[in-house]
Structure formats: C-alpha cells, structure tokens
C-alpha cells in the first residue's frame, strides 16, 4: 500500500498564503496533526519525504522508527512569482487559465503537467516490483508530501487528467491510500483525517 501524508499546518498555510518551494516550519497544530497521524499509521516498510521543512519534520513527527528517504519528485509545486501571495490575491485571469490549462505556468515556476510527470514516475517505481516497495506484503510505504503532488497521485491511480486535482479538496494531516489490485493501482482512501488525541 502507498500511503500518501499531507504534511501538518504549516504558517504560511494558517496565513492563507500560496506556499511552494518556500521552506516554512509546522505551527503548533500542524506538530499535532502529524503526531496524530503516526498513530494510524503501520506495519510500514519505508518512509519517504519531500525535501522541505514541513515534510520533513512531519516525517520526524508521525514516529514510525524508520529512517526517512528524501525523494524531490515529492516536493510541491513551484509557484514562482505567486509564491508567497495571499490566495485572493492571486488575478481571476491567472485562475482560469490554471483552472483550464495543465500546461499553465506561472512565470519561474512548474505547470500541473510536469507536476504529473515527475509524480507519475514515482509511483510507477514504487509499484514496479510485485514483491515489494508499495506492493509489498512486508509493509506499507508512507510518502509525506504537499497538497499538489498528492493530488497528482490520486489522478494517476484513477487514470484521470490533471485538471482532476481542481474538483479534489485535501486537508493538511490527512492521509490518502493506493493500492494495487487485478488490473493496476486502486485508490482505497482519500483525505483521512485522524481524530485528535484525547484531552487535545
């Protein structure tokens, strides 16, 4: 089973910012979501992570006494020149050419195109071996990463387009599950999101 975590709160996402390759730490709450997502979590075989501060922390976090692998093809899309803006600010034209363009890319940043591609080929290789990596018996493979990628994920294992990731609302410290059955990759879950500990 590939099990997919959205990391924890960070501040730029409780600010409501559009944060990218930007490297912002987990707030106070995101450090919760991620605890509680260890909790749920396991028998696990391997741990990957996204290369950024919040991943890699929520990796740290969830406690599963595997050592993480950083794989970059997990990182989130770079926003370019919209990194870093308020959600709202963002211009309604540069909405509608993303919402109808998977090719679109904001200027010194990545299309949901490439996003697709590189996470493709990450799934593909986790799922390549009938006797291990996401299809082994041994474990599950629990990739911590970001909303975009994520939601790349799911469109590969629904063999949908990119434009897909727009009708998808994923929460910070949820969990997404694929696994493999007759014919190829299955989506078993979407954005789980584990209750809080008690007395939290």
Known sequence: MLVLARHGEATA?????????????LTENGHRQAVALGRVLGPVSALVTSPLRRATDTATALGLGVPAVVDRRWIEVDYGELEGRPLGEVPAEVWRRWHGDPAFRPDGGESLAEVAQRVGDACAQLFADP??????????VVVVSHVSPIKAAVAWALGADEATAWRLHLSTGSITRIGWGATGPLLETFNEVPAPAPGR
């Open 131 to 140: 006797g291990s990596g996401a299809r082994s018996a041994g474990g599950d």
């Open 13 to 25: 996402n409780a600010a409501g910012l559009l944060v990218g390759r930007s490297d912002v730490e």
